[in-house]
């Protein structure tokens, strides 16, 4: 099947002739599992997972955060992030505090041990993230970024 732009519909999947490795979706999850399955064998001698990273990753970029936000920004459940921020907390790596403005809402940030940790995070996964982008140049980069944050607003309009 060809649609009106003259592309093989094989990536769609109601077509008659849909193959899976023409899908991008079944690129993207095959993608995430083998980077998470990776980056928790680098990661795991040192106290981490792929969850704990994330959060330091996006407390080192954004700094303090909700827990709401940082669910928000991990792609996870809130009572997932809540579980993993407390014990990262009794690891100290972060702490949390009451939002002055709300107290309903409690607060994240690094601690210097967490930011210890996520320099020694970063070292470790380094060679994997550099193999994985071994055969691309900063243009190409950009451009999957710019294809996969577009059909993530595409999905968020529906």
């Not at 899976?20 to 995430?32: C, E, G, I, K, T």
């Not at 399955?37 to 994330?54: C, F, Q, V």
């Amino acid at each position: 099947m060809v649609d009106k732009k003259g592309l093989s519909s094989s990536f769609f999947p109601l077509a008659d002739d849909f193959r899976s490795r023409d899908f991008p979706f079944y690129w993207v999850a095959r993608l995430n599992a083998k980077y998470s399955a990776d980056i928790d064998l680098l990661l795991k001698p040192h106290g981490l997972s792929t969850s704990k990273w994330r959060i330091l990753m996006i407390l080192h970029e954004h700094g303090r955060l909700s827990m709401s936000d940082i669910s928000l920004h991990s792609v996870a459940k809130l009572s997932t992030v809540t579980k993993i921020v407390y014990r990262m907390q009794e690891a100290g790596l972060l702490k949390t505090e009451l939002s002055p403005q709300d107290g309903r809402v409690t607060e994240v940030e690094l601690t210097d041990v967490g930011a210890e940790k996520l320099t020694l995070a970063r070292q470790v996964t380094s060679r994997l993230v550099e193999k994985a982008f071994a055969d691309f140049d900063a243009p190409d980069i950009v451009y999957i970024n710019q294809c996969l944050s577009k059909m993530f607003h595409n999905l968020n309009s529906i």
